[in-house]
């Protein structure tokens, strides 16, 4: 069966550009790609074709070729240059659709050098820190570039080879068939030159693991879940390469007296069941010392009392937050025989008069309507 125009097979006009001939052909690997049509033979030989029609025209040489002498002029039978899938235009090509398929480019690295990994600590600050802020050192293990090689990993006085198996690319191609990729390389692990006299202190590897004492300043309003970054005070990178950062996180623990939510604290308050019924005045604490609460006479537990402003100011700008205040009435235990006596007194005088208890009264006559209407 006779070849078709490979212009055709991409969907193309003869004066497509680069950029247009290899947008068409990733469109058509993309689609035809043995491994999203297992079992396929259409797709294969389709994708093969593709293959083909770009290896032939992304290639300049072999595209002028084809344009005067058709098929005849790339055909090695016949004399000219070869279409097969083995070219750089191809490898090239096929990296970014690696990318699109397995969301990654191609393995390796030219010259070995890499960013360093960031780096997680987590710092633990009471309640008073996080609000106004303050100065820690923390002490971090980390890798840090090797001082005699500085960083290199070869010997004082040497330095690292080509690697022969990659010829100093880090990366050496695989094919089977029609199928070629590019990958790692086994003997330089992506970075284009081996080392044969390594470094006595770091044993090769350019980097060596030491304990790092950093100052952080932690600003005033921070929570739990929020990050400090240190720039550069990660691990220091492979074989010379930039430092990864440190992401100091904050864990706020939890207070004795206060909750935290955003910028608003929160406490409970017991007052006396006297003070709850003849109101008074209570000393409750705040971030910034004392201040009194005036509870006016019948207050019931449950019920909140805000301090404006003597909650948390946010570490981004803006008001502070407030302070709640829930009182809890305290039940009166271990009564002393007059106390007894008092309070069945004040039972007794109570008793019958539900103007006293207008939530009692209530409730009581709500449970009667739920069992009248059963």
């Excluded at 550069?232 to 100091?248: C, I, K, Q, T």
């Excluded at 019920?303 to 909650?311: A, E, M």
Aim: charged share 25%; aromatic share 8%; proline share 5%.
């Amino acid at each position: 069966m006779a070849k078709r125009d490979f212009y055709e097979v991409l969907g193309v006009e003869r004066g497509a550009s680069e950029g247009d001939l290899k947008k068409a052909y990733r469109r058509l690997a993309m689609k035809y790609h043995p491994d999203r049509n297992p079992g396929d033979k259409e797709s294969e030989d389709l994708f093969k074709e593709a293959n083909e029609a770009y290896e032939v025209l992304s290639d300049a040489s072999k595209r002028a070729a084809y344009d005067q002498y058709g098929h005849a002029g790339v055909d090695p039978s016949m004399g000219g240059g070869g279409a097969g899938f083995g070219g750089a235009n191809f490898s090239d090509i096929f990296g970014d659709v690696f990318s699109d398929f397995f969301g990654g480019g191609r393995g390796g690295g030219r010259g070995g050098v890499q960013r360093g990994s960031d780096l997680r600590y987590t710092l633990e600050l009471n309640l008073e820190e996080a609000v106004r802020g303050t100065t820690v050192n923390i002490r971090v293990p980390t890798l840090v570039n090797c001082k005699p090689c500085d960083g290199s990993g070869a010997k004082k006085g040497s330095t690292p080879s080509t690697c022969p198996t990659c010829g100093g690319i880090g990366q050496v191609r695989m094919q089977q068939g029609f199928f070629a990729v590019q990958q790692t390389c086994p003997r330089c692990h992506g970075q284009g030159k081996i080392i044969t006299d390594p470094c006595g202190s770091c044993h090769g590897e350019g980097r060596v693991e030491e304990y790092k004492t950093l100052s952080v300043k932690v600003p005033a309003g921070v929570d739990t879940g929020d990050r400090i970054r240190l720039s550069g005070e990660g691990e220091a990178g492979a074989h010379g390469g930039p430092a990864g950062d440190l992401y100091v996180v904050v864990n706020v623990r939890e207070h004795p007296i206060f909750q935290r939510d955003g910028k608003h604290l929160y406490c409970e308050v017991p007052i006396s069941y006297t003070d709850a019924a003849l109101g008074g005045e209570l000393e409750v604490p705040t971030l910034d010392g004392r201040v009194k609460l005036k509870i006016p006479e019948g207050t019931q537990t449950g019920k909140q009392f805000r301090l404006r402003g003597k909650g948390v100011a946010p570490v981004r700008g803006g008001a502070a937050g407030d302070l709640l205040c829930r009182v809890a009435v305290e039940t009166p235990v271990n009564l002393s025989r007059r106390q007894r006596e008092l309070l069945e007194e004040l039972r007794d005088s109570l008793e019958g008069d539900s103007s006293h208890s207008p939530k009692a009264s209530g409730w009581f006559e709500g449970v009667k309507r739920f069992f009248g209407d059963l």
